[in-house]
């Protein structure tokens, strides 16, 4: 059974930085994907990051250059380091798995989620 367990998350000031992990157990990563996902109140949950298990990479427009996805498989742990922080950022993050190896953002494409991890932005 895949469970993915979110850590990490916090208030922090704009400008600030965060790193968020996910806890990965009953998942193989070879041929797989994972991905970050947000969900602000009143809006709907929107891909932040994904990562494949050959190490690539891709992004959300919005997060391009601050967000860095990276994966560590030996302590089968997802991670997403958030620099730069605006208060846009503010939301609930998950991290989601999926069985097929293709860098997707799209929240449908996904099976596995975890319970989130509350981000919090102030100005």
């Known amino acids: 059974q895949v469970q993915l367990v979110e850590s990490g998350g916090g208030s922090v000031q704009a400008g600030g930085s965060l790193r968020l992990s996910c806890a990965v157990s009953g998942y193989t990563y070879s041929g797989n994907s994972m991905g970050w996902f947000r969900q602000a109140p009143g809006k709907e949950r929107e891909g932040v990051a994904a990562i494949d298990s050959n190490g690539w990479t891709k992004y959300a427009d919005s997060v391009n250059g601050r967000f860095t996805i990276s994966q560590d498989k030996a302590k089968n742990t997802l991670y997403l380091q958030m620099n730069s922080l605006k208060p846009e950022d503010t939301a609930m993050y998950y991290c989601?798995?999926?069985?097929?190896?293709?860098?997707?953002?799209?929240?449908?494409?996904?099976?596995?989620w975890g319970q989130g991890t509350q981000v919090t932005v102030s100005s």
């Open positions: 989601a798995a999926k069985k097929n190896p293709f860098l997707d953002l799209g929240r449908n494409l996904y099976t596995y």
